[in-house]
């Protein structure tokens, strides 16, 4: 294998799993400005005919059906996890284990122990480790953190994020699930929203929040007359406070009728503001507004594909706007930069450290909506902020 390469392997080849192995294919046949190229070697999941198909369809050379096989195979040097949650702490440590480089989807795990064992095992094994928050890859997300790290904005004293989908607002559908537990919306969605007010504004010392299963029943599945009761959260909404004095409200919801993949914030501070909204994902909205200067501000709509924004030298030239599955696409291009370069991933790209941080956040939310109190989150467990 040619040293500008890095050998992929893939366990999971559903919603993610296509994602990725089209991030990983656009990369290879885009390189851009970057130190290697994702060679695609195995796909893999529990049905192998399946995964026989995902290989011949996404350009795998091979197919697996236990992941095992996955972590033993030489020639893979990055293991990416893009299967379900409860698929994610075994087979990352095995591969941190057996020297791979580990790409974990989100949430990074269940709880915040198995994610403290996840991280533990990256970092023991000293390989890179990221887990796919890729809104952080919209160019108009890293401009907004660009500009408030530069003070535009003044001193920040509030965000929002919210991130609304509607696919379960029918109450008459049956479970997603089909019986099966699984976690809800804050662990889903609301995890987004808590990387990105930690990656605009920084650590979250304590919240207060609500939760909300707002259909408490549904069918058991397509055709079944059994109800069975659902048990995961629809919509939740938190109040918190950040370390350097910030407020914020984080929210997300699957139930609110009309939103289809709203993700969304507002960042406001002394001197500015900006906002921007993933079905929009080319702009950035910022109005400054700089104190004493008599100037009232006005905001401007701010395109966020020209030369010098974030990532316009591995697509197309200004103007020449990026989609959703571009925003994977620059996260796996960087993943496999910071392989190639030894670099750090944080902070453009999420840690493990990152990922479990994410997790204590939202079991604070928890345990303020079961408490009905201010909950504290604690200081980071392991590993810096990044
Ligand atoms: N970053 C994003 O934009 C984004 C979007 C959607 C989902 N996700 C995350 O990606 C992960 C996968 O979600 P998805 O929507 O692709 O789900 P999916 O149901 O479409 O695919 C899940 C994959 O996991 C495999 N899998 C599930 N349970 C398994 C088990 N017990 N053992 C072995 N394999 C198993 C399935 O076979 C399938 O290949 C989840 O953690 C989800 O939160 C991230």
């Given amino acids: 294998m040619s040293a500008a390469e890095i050998g992929v392997g893939m366990w999971g080849y559903g919603f993610m799993g296509r994602t990725h192995a089209n991030a990983y294919r656009q990369v290879r046949h885009l390189p851009g400005a970057h130190a290697a190229r994702p060679r695609q070697l195995v796909i893999g999941g529990r049905d192998g005919e399946a995964a026989r198909q995902a290989a011949a369809t996404y350009g795998f050379a091979r197919h697996a059906s236990d992941w095992r096989e996955i972590v033993a195979d030489p020639e893979v040097q990055l293991f990416d996890n893009s299967a379900w949650h409860d698929v994610h702490e075994e087979p990352c440590i095995a591969a941190a284990q057996a020297g791979k480089h580990v790409l974990c989807e989100k949430p990074l795990a269940l709880d915040a122990d198995a994610g403290r064992r996840m991280l533990a095992a990256v970092e023991r094994a000293g390989v890179q480790h990221m887990v796919a928050f890729n809104y952080r890859f919209a160019p108009a997300v890293r401009r907004a953190r ?87 959260d629809d919509a939740f909404s938190a109040q918190v406070a950040f370390s350097a004095g910030a407020l914020g409200v984080l929210e997300a919801a699957w139930v609110y009728a009309g939103s289809k993949n709203a993700l969304r914030f507002e960042v406001n501070g002394s001197e500015g503001s900006l906002s921007w909204n993933l079905e929009d994902l080319n702009h950035l909205h910022f109005n400054r507004v700089p104190s004493g200067s008599g100037d009232p501000g006005g905001t401007r709509s701010l395109l966020v594909t020209d030369r010098g924004d974030p990532y316009v030298g591995a697509w197309w030239p200004p103007g020449h706007v990026l989609g959703w599955e571009h925003l994977h696409a620059n996260l796996v291009a960087a993943f496999v930069d910071a392989i190639a370069t030894g670099e750090p991933v944080a902070p453009w790209g999420a840690t493990f450290a990152d990922g479990l941080r994410a997790i204590e956040v939202a079991e604070a939310i928890r345990r303020s909506a079961a408490s009905g109190r201010r909950e504290t989150v604690g200081p980071p467990s392991i590993g810096a902020r990044s």
């Fill in 146 to 232: 660009e500009l408030i790290a530069a003070g535009q904005l003044g001193e920040v004293r509030r965000i929002h994020v919210c991130y609304f989908q509607d696919h379960q607002a029918d109450a008459s559908l049956p479970s997603p699930w089909g019986g099966r537990s699984q976690t809800g919306v804050l662990d889903g969605l609301g995890s987004h929203a808590i990387d990105l007010a930690r990656f605009l504004v920084g650590e979250i010392e304590s919240v207060t929040a609500d939760i909300r299963t707002f259909i408490p029943e549904r069918g058991a599945g397509a055709g079944s007359r059994e109800r069975i009761a659902m048990t995961e």
